[in-house]
């Protein structure tokens, strides 16, 4: 089993920044980890994933050059830094585990979520 706990939002302003973060419990060395992110109305959306052994990471475009994901073996724990934050990047921000072999259609596990929201 693994369990995800997510920190980390708020309420910030246009152009600001977050850091958000995950601690994971459990064996986590199977998994791939993930922020997935679902705003109002909208379907939820794979923002960045990253891998605990070699750190190989991907972005949604919408993210590029923006958010920075991170994870810490040593602490169990997964960052996703958001710099020049959006009013379009408010949304319900999801820490997911996806075990090797499944696919980011379906994560395995998921956190409870936190909420960010950018104003304008």
């Known amino acids: 089993q693994v369990q995800l706990v997510e920190s980390g939002g708020g309420l910030v302003q246009t152009g600001g920044s977050l850091r958000l973060s995950c601690a994971a419990s459990?064996?986590?060395?199977?998994?791939?980890m993930g922020w997935f992110r679902q705003a109002s109305g909208k379907e939820r959306e794979l923002v960045a994933t990253?891998?605990?052994?070699?750190?190989?990471?991907y972005y949604a475009d919408s993210v590029k050059g923006r958010f920075t994901i991170s994870a810490v073996n040593t602490k169990n724990t997964v960052y996703l830094q958001m710099n020049s934050l959006k009013p379009e990047d408010t949304a319900v921000y999801y820490c997911?585990?996806?075990?090797?072999?499944?696919?980011?259609?379906?994560?395995?596990?998921w956190g409870q979520g936190t909420q960010v929201t950018v104003s304008s």
């Open positions: 990253i891998t605990w052994s070699g750190g190989i990471t």
């Open positions: 459990g064996r986590t060395f199977r998994y791939a």
């Open positions: 997911t585990a996806r075990r090797t072999g499944s696919t980011w259609s379906t994560p395995d596990y």
